[in-house]
């Protein structure tokens, strides 16, 4: 207890008094700065919920996770596997994938800014180069979803490939062999043997990766700083609390809806999902 005192206080200051706090301010009626504020219950609640803007936040916030969260951990799954293999270079390779991991998200999102830049960026460039029109990118609200899902997938592949990779090289060689022998072929053996003894590797990216979209934020906010289509939970918490608005009580309520999703969604996959997963 002497030893983990120091961390369990500086938890309870950092992680649970502010999410109790946080709860406490979605019951008020607040504006940012105010010195005084007027308890509301569950107002904030009721005014989200039947708010017309709701059902687009939370539709926007439920393609660009289950997109995200997809589309990283399956061409991060293809990467590691060609990244497996024993080829010329292939260090330098698994580096270069996973720089981007480690790059600030503002310069992440700058770049791809200028990238797909409809009269300036090097697409439109590259388009007109071809003869073709380049579509507005930002604003054009479901391109500017496509775009900063791109983007985000982008970022993260590298993580879910040296996880991915990590996996693989624990597989036992012999497994794989005595397939071979068996006559299995290349895609049995990935089915049949390099699938299960991953499941723990995939539940493990799952969860991150699910947590880490549903509170993506910088490069959104960077790329589509009016979030022109690509207002998430998390980016309408911020607009709510620091934009116009400056509704800091509204702005918890959303917050508090966004734990409480992470909460029951990380209790699902490990009740359910973890069912299903193979541990050797």
């Given at each position: 207890?002497?030893?983990?005192?120091?961390?369990?206080?500086l938890?309870?200051?950092?992680?649970?008094?502010?999410?109790?706090?946080?709860?406490?301010?979605?019951?008020?009626?607040?504006?940012?700065?105010?010195?005084?504020?007027t308890?509301?219950g569950?107002?904030?609640?009721?005014?989200?919920?039947?708010?017309?803007?709701a059902a687009?936040?939370?539709?926007?916030?439920?393609?660009?996770?289950?997109t995200?969260?997809?589309?990283?951990?399956?061409?991060?799954l293809?990467?590691?596997?060609?990244?497996?293999?024993?080829?010329?270079?292939?260090?330098?390779?698994?580096?270069v994938?996973?720089?981007p991991y480690?790059l600030?998200g503002?310069?992440?999102?700058?770049?791809?800014?200028?990238i797909?830049?409809?009269?300036?960026?090097?697409?439109?460039?590259?388009?007109?180069?071809?003869?073709?029109?380049?579509?507005?990118?930002?604003n054009?609200?479901?391109?500017?979803?496509?775009?900063?899902?791109?983007?985000?997938?982008?970022?993260?592949?590298g993580?879910?490939?040296v996880?991915?990779?990590?996996g693989?090289?624990?597989?036992?060689?012999?497994?794989?062999?005595?397939?071979?022998?068996?006559?299995?072929?290349?895609?049995?053996?990935?089915r049949?043997i390099?699938?299960?003894?991953?499941?723990?590797t995939?539940?493990?990216l799952?969860?991150?990766?699910?947590?880490s979209?549903?509170?993506?934020?910088?490069?959104?906010r960077?790329?589509?700083?009016?979030?022109?289509?690509t207002?998430?939970?998390?980016?309408?918490?911020?607009?709510?609390a620091?934009?116009?608005?400056?509704?800091?009580?509204?702005s918890?309520?959303?917050?508090?809806v966004?734990?409480?999703?992470?909460?029951?969604?990380?209790?699902?996959?490990?009740?359910?999902?973890?069912?299903?997963?193979?541990?050797?």
């Amino acid at each position: 207890m002497a030893f983990a005192a120091p961390n369990v206080i500086l938890i309870i200051l950092f992680t649970y008094r502010p999410l109790i706090t946080n709860i406490y301010f979605s019951t008020l009626d607040w504006t940012l700065g105010a010195a005084s504020a007027t308890s509301v219950g569950l107002g904030n609640y009721v005014e989200f919920f039947s708010s017309p803007d709701a059902a687009n936040v939370l539709g926007v916030t439920a393609i660009f996770t289950v997109t995200t969260v997809g589309g990283a951990r399956a061409l991060g799954l293809l990467v590691a596997l060609a990244l497996n293999q024993k080829l010329k270079g292939r260090t330098f390779a698994r580096a270069v994938v996973f720089a981007p991991y480690v790059l600030s998200g503002v310069g992440v999102g700058l770049v791809w800014l200028f990238i797909f830049d409809p009269t300036y960026g090097a697409l439109s460039w590259f388009l007109r180069s071809l003869g073709q029109i380049s579509p507005q990118w930002v604003n054009d609200p479901k391109l500017a979803l496509v775009m900063i899902i791109v983007v985000y997938i982008w970022k993260n592949l590298g993580y879910c490939a040296v996880v991915y990779l990590a996996g693989l090289q624990s597989i036992p060689p012999q497994l794989m062999e005595a397939a071979s022998l068996d006559g299995a072929t290349s895609f049995r053996r990935f089915r049949t043997i390099v699938v299960p003894l991953l499941s723990p590797t995939t539940f493990f990216l799952l969860i991150t990766s699910l947590l880490s979209s549903l509170q993506a934020f910088d490069i959104i906010r960077i790329m589509t700083p009016s979030g022109n289509g690509t207002s998430t939970l998390i980016f309408d918490s911020y607009v709510q609390a620091f934009g116009s608005y400056n509704r800091a009580g509204y702005s918890a309520a959303i917050s508090v809806v966004l734990f409480a999703g992470l909460l029951i969604m990380t209790a699902v996959q490990l009740r359910f999902v973890e069912r299903k997963v193979h541990y050797s």
